[in-house]
């Protein structure tokens, strides 16, 4: 997006450090950056600063926490709804209605922890289906979805449904594959659209059955053409949702191609509304009306 609107664009990773993080912001300030696109793992330690970006009429554009100029976040209930359903129906269609089902959570994150509400509400709905385990792997990717998948199978060596991220789902089938105890008719799910997941779920005899994509190149493109649009003077929503999208044989190809090429995604109003919704507006002249507490679409 900058690229296609003639921005200097520039890339800083700060690896979860926290005081690296608060210095580049202090740097974007110095270097007087129009646009800054940024997430955290703590974000009350960054809120500070980015407030003084957009104090210095800059545009702050977010993911998931605040304080921001436009504020991006996924209606997490209904994501998580979206892959338990597809879970359910795998559960109901191909198990006979009875499985043992292993949660790998991010609970410990308050903005996502009601995907896993939304996960356990669902299967509550099923009496034979039984969590078995309901845990948040440490650290929250490949390398801790396997060991925590390891240890679970040490008690419970028979499971037929994981769900998590798809970063610690896919270590968890990595652990069911080096136990043996990975079958093809399992059902391992996750969110995130990654690549890996993708691969696997074009295989077809992988237990890995469904991923929900929050398709980071297109909702990456949007905040660029809104920075963008802020520089000029123009309105730009103060939020936008990404919506989930559950990838299957049938409509990966589509979602490639637009992973491929989000501008053309962007810039088609019907492919744009399969991914983001947006809500309200604002624009350099309203500038101090900015996000600036934890929003969803889904708390009314």
């Known amino acids: 997006a900058a690229k296609d609107r003639g921005l200097t664009y520039r890339r800083v990773g700060v690896e ?4 690296k993080a608060i210095e580049q912001i202090q740097a974007v300030i110095q270097d007087k950056a129009g646009i800054l696109i940024a997430t955290s793992s703590d974000p009350r330690a960054v809120s500070a600063s980015l407030q003084q970006v957009i104090w210095s009429g800059a545009y702050v554009g977010t993911i998931v926490p605040t304080p921001a100029t436009l504020l991006l976040n996924a209606p997490q209930y209904e994501t998580g709804k979206v892959l338990t359903d597809a879970a359910i129906a795998h559960i109901t269609s191909k198990l006979g209605g009875k499985a043992n089902v292993v949660l790998l959570t991010q609970d410990t994150m308050q ?10 509400d669902g299967l509550s709905t099923l009496p034979d289906v039984e969590i078995i385990a309901d845990i948040a792997p440490s650290p929250v990717n490949k390398e801790g979805g396997f060991a925590t998948m390891n240890t679970i199978l040490l008690a ?3 499971i037929d449904v994981v769900l998590g991220g798809d970063a610690v789902v896919l270590g968890a089938l990595e652990a069911l594959r080096a136990a043996g105890k990975d079958r093809p008719d399992q059902f391992l799910g996750g969110i995130d659209g ?3 997941a993708v691969a696997e779920i074009k295989k077809g005899a992988s237990p890995y059955k469904a991923s929900i994509a929050l398709s ?3 909702f990456s493109y949007a905040m660029g053409e809104y920075g963008a649009d802020w520089l000029e003077g123009k309105n730009i929503p103060q939020a936008m949702d990404i919506l989930p999208t559950p990838l299957t044989k049938d409509n990966i190809r589509q979602y490639e191609a637009d992973l491929n090429d989000p501008a ?3 810039a088609d109003p019907i492919r744009r509304a399969a991914y983001l919704k947006m809500y309200g507006n604002t624009c350099y002249d309203t500038r101090d009306q900015y996000v600036n507490f934890p929003w969803s679409s889904e708390q009314r």
Do not use: H, I, Q, W
Not at 111 to 120: G, I, K, N, T, V
């Open 16 to 19: 979860n450090d926290v005081a």
């Open 111 to 120: 903005y996502l922890a009601p995907r896993f509400e939304a996960m356990r």
């Open 156 to 158: 419970n060596p028979d």
């Open 194 to 196: 990654e690549p890996e």
């Open 216 to 218: 980071s190149p297109v």
């Open 264 to 266: 053309a995604a962007f």
